[in-house]
């Protein structure tokens, strides 16, 4: 069983920063990174990295934040820049290595003034 934890949510005001981290306890991992969920919607890609060190990032955060990964330390990292009021969900570390796809419990984000 993969252990993840998850770090850096929390309250920001429109235009702040905030940094979330993820450390997982399983293998290498191929796939790393943070997914979302607001009220009412369904869950969303944030950014990923893989093992090579490509990055995805989803459409509405594309230009504000950068993630980084170090597959030796098996952590991800997720600087969030100009952060939003529409920003504002539950963020989710997900994970794949060579055991399986694994979810964090999550940590909130709230963006507000």
């Known amino acids: 069983q993969v252990h993840i934890v998850e770090s850096g949510g929390g309250l920001v005001q429109p235009g702040g920063s905030l940094r979330l981290s993820c450390v997982e306890s399983?293998?290498?991992?191929?796939?790393m990174g943070w997914y979302r969920r607001a009220p009412g919607k369904q869950r969303e890609l944030v950014a990923v990295i893989t093992k090579g060190g490509d990055t995805h990032y989803g459409d509405s955060v594309k230009g504000r934040h950068t993630i980084s990964g170090d597959n030796a330390q098996k952590r991800v990292d997720l600087q969030m820049n100009r952060l939003e009021p529409e920003d504002t969900a539950e963020y989710f570390c997900?994970?794949?290595?060579?055991?399986?796809?694994?979810w964090g419990r999550g940590t909130q984000v709230t963006v507000s003034s």
């Open positions: 399983g293998t290498i991992f191929y796939v």
């Open positions: 997900y994970v794949r290595d060579t055991s399986g796809a694994y």
